[in-house]
C-alpha cells in the first residue's frame, strides 16, 4: 500500500463525496439491503482483509503481504455468494437482530 505524504491535501468536494457514500453503504449494510449494497461495487472489486501478522521490530517488511493469510480475499462472484447466504432463513448471526441506529 501507498500512503499518501502527510502534506497532500483532498478537495473538501471529493471529501464529502466519500463520506456520503460510505455513510450511505453503511446504512445499506445496517438494513440488510445487500442487493442494493452489491450494486454500489465495481465488478472488479478486490475486498481484501489480510491477517495481521507479528513480527519484530527490525523486521521492515511491514505487518502482511499480500502473498499471506487474509481473512477476506474475495471478488465480486465471493461477494454475491454471501450476499445469496444471508438471505437464507437460517443465516442469522444474532437472534433477535440487534438495534441499529437511523
Known amino acids: 500500500m501507498n500512503a ?3 502534506e497532500q491535501t483532498v478537495a ?3 471529501t464529502r ?21 452489491l450494486q454500489t461495487l465495481s465488478e472488479t472489486i478486490h475486498y481484501w ?8 521490530r527490525e ?4 505487518p502482511y503481504r499480500l502473498e499471506h493469510m487474509a481473512f477476506f480475499d474475495d471478488g465480486m462472484r ?10 437464507q ?3 442469522w448471526a444474532e437472534n ?3 438495534a441499529t441506529f437511523t
Not at 446504512?27 to 442494493?36: K, P
Not at 482483509?49 to 519484530?56: K, L, V
Not at 523486521?59 to 511491514?62: E, I, L, T
Not at 465471493?78 to 438471505?87: E, H, I, M, N, S
Open 4 to 6: 499518501l505524504p502527510v
Open 12 to 14: 473538501i468536494n471529493d
Open 17 to 37: 463525496a466519500v463520506e456520503a457514500f460510505l455513510l450511505r453503504e453503511a446504512r445499506l449494510l445496517d438494513n440488510e439491503s445487500w442487493d442494493e449494497w
Open 49 to 56: 482483509m489480510p491477517g495481521i501478522e507479528n513480527r519484530r
Open 59 to 62: 523486521d521492515k517488511s511491514g
Open 78 to 87: 465471493d461477494l454475491q455468494r454471501r450476499v445469496a447466504r444471508f438471505k
Open 89 to 91: 432463513p437460517s443465516a
Open 96 to 98: 433477535p437482530r440487534r
